[in-house]
């Protein structure tokens, strides 16, 4: 099926930075899902959206539900190292689940 | 509550072979969902189980084939292994077909 746009495809950071990915896509979804992905696991849920415009937290993550409900933010603020993985955006709508590539968090202490 | 169990979770095969992979989903979600994911190529979405009916496929050979219980335990076949077929496999479980889906630790396949 399609693929969401998520970038960047890959981040290098120092810890205590924040980070910021997105995914954009030309279709409307009614609802947005973050995942976080450790090496050899599944990927964990982490933030759910279903709300244009909607900010949601969970801990040091932030994300956002675009207004044009094609897009949506993740930030993670202050890294710390166990933050390293492979994030994924989803989007959801009646059709089922599209899946960014993924944006690999490296973090250099 | 039990998360998604995936078994098993490694498995070495032979080119050639055939394998069943399987899935037990959270308990109450009667939705999953199955994913290959090899490096560089994202999460592929292979077919979606619904009340024990494929509700959508994904674009994969018809190699790759699968089912689903009563119970919403679901199982994945794929015949005729060929080395490309190493990956991990992924199932995802979901309370209905457009609900937040939670995924199981995969299963390793490697084909040799």
């Known amino acids: 099926g399609q693929q969401l746009n998520q970038s960047p495809q890959s981040m290098f950071i120092q810890e205590g930075e924040d980070v910021s990915m997105n995914c954009t896509s030309s279709?409307?979804?009614?609802?947005w899902l973050w995942y976080k992905q450790d090496p050899g696991e599944g990927p964990v849920l982490l933030i759910a959206?279903?709300?244009?415009?909607e900010l949601t937290s969970n801990g040091r993550l932030t994300a956002q539900f675009g207004i044009t409900r094609k897009d949506s933010f993740l930030n993670i603020s202050a890294s710390i190292p166990s933050d390293v993985g492979i994030y994924f955006c989803?989007?959801?709508?009646?059709?089922?689940?599209?899946f960014g590539k993924g944006t690999h968090l490296i973090i250099q202490p | 509550k039990a998360g998604v169990t995936q078994t098993p979770r490694y498995l070495i095969k032979t080119r050639g072979q055939q394998v069943t992979l399987s899935c037990s989903p959270i308990?109450?979600?009667?939705?999953v969902s199955w994913y290959q994911q090899t490096p560089g190529q994202g999460l592929q979405f292979l077919f979606e189980?619904?009340?024990?009916?494929?509700?959508n496929k994904g674009n994969f050979p018809g190699r790759f084939s699968g089912r689903q219980f009563s119970n919403s335990r679901s199982e994945m076949n794929v015949s005729t292994l060929e080395l490309g077929d190493s990956a991990l496999y992924l199932c995802?479980?979901?309370?209905?077909?457009?609900?937040?889906?939670?995924f199981g630790q995969g299963t390793r396949l490697t084909v040799v």
């Open positions: 989803a989007g959801l709508r009646a059709d089922g689940l599209t």
């Open positions: 959206l279903y709300k244009a415009g």
């Open positions: 308990s109450g979600h009667r939705s």
């Open positions: 995802a479980s979901s309370l209905g077909p457009v609900s937040e889906a939670f």
């Open positions: 279709s409307i979804f009614n609802t």
């Open positions: 189980y619904f009340s024990e009916t494929q509700r």
